[in-house]
């Protein structure tokens, strides 16, 4: 038996933001605060927003903590600030930083105590009650954090998750316009974590009929369109295009998991900073060619929505090409593929080892099980960019 969960309500397509307009009523809303990324207000990216609450004569509070992989500090402030205010209606628009953020201070805003008595490695509590209502709005095509219940926070050396049902948005909007201005770099890195989710979901021990036809859908979406999307970023199909992927693959990996992609890019952000989208791009290509061999099968489909030739191919060859074909499509979107290129030291492998063996939640949905030895061996590779087994 499977089962699959998803928010309530998800709008999506170009003009899906007026929706909120219809949501406001539902809601009876009229104190709303805003969770964001100070940048985006300074681009003017969430001005549609704010002008549609202006015209339903709400009363906006901005909460502008959001930083970049945010850590458990700011995550208390922004608790805090929900906390003091009291809205009726709390909105998270941004990549998966602010995202995640509102997620948890409406859920906190409900309940006693701070982020890291609800964290997966360290919980002392469980969360009584739901909060406040949530609308998520992703700026990005990347995350899918508008479509799960996970919250992330950064640890002094890795990331650790407050995950319930109750962080669920109430209402989910993807509108693919808020992505338009999105630079190339953010445009590759959040298109990678996408595909990264699409590809975990599907060959994922947890996968299920349901979660392997979406992560099938959001690969074939976000291959063909994430190159035009990154270096012709006025192409409005490939945005549109990328903006679904995302959404799809954020539908998949929340209900099947993701894994090794993900369990080993936290220590990268935890230790070194690097982005959650550039991490994976580092990992995904390394990762897969540890596990092919645990899911030669499921590979073969993935060449197929890759549109990769795979007639008068072995399995094997297929599989192998599929790695291959990652790590070209990353050099393509402009990142880098190995550690080096982040001035990460061989040295350093021993503790980005040390502390990915901690993340079994998501070691464990891995088709090939990842010990401490394989761990070392993906950050090996990943240092060196050697492809052992492709
Ligand atoms: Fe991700």
Redesign the pocket.
Known sequence: MDQFVSPKKIYHGEGSLTKLEDILKDLKATKIFIITDPMLKSLGVIDPVLEILERQNALVELGENVVPEPPVKIGNQVVNEVRKIQPDLVIGIGG?SALDLAKAAAVLAGNDGRVEDYLNLSSTKKLLNKGLPKVLIPSTA???AEVTDIAVFSLENTKDVITHEYLLADYAIVDPTLTYTLPPKVTAASGI??L??AIEAYTSVNASPLTESLALDAMKRIVENIRTAVWNGNDKHAREQMALGSLIAGLS?YNAG?AGV?AL?YPLGGLFKLS??ES?AILLSYVYDQVWMACIDKMKNVAKAFSLPINEKSDREIAQQVVRSLQDLIKDVGLPTTLRAYNIQSKDIENLTKNGVKQKRLLNRSPKTLDENSIKQIYTNAYEGVLQNS
Request: glycine share 26%; aromatic share 6%; net charge negative.
């Open positions: 998966g990347g995350t899918g974590d996408a990264t989710h990996f993701v993900h890019a959650h989208g994976n």
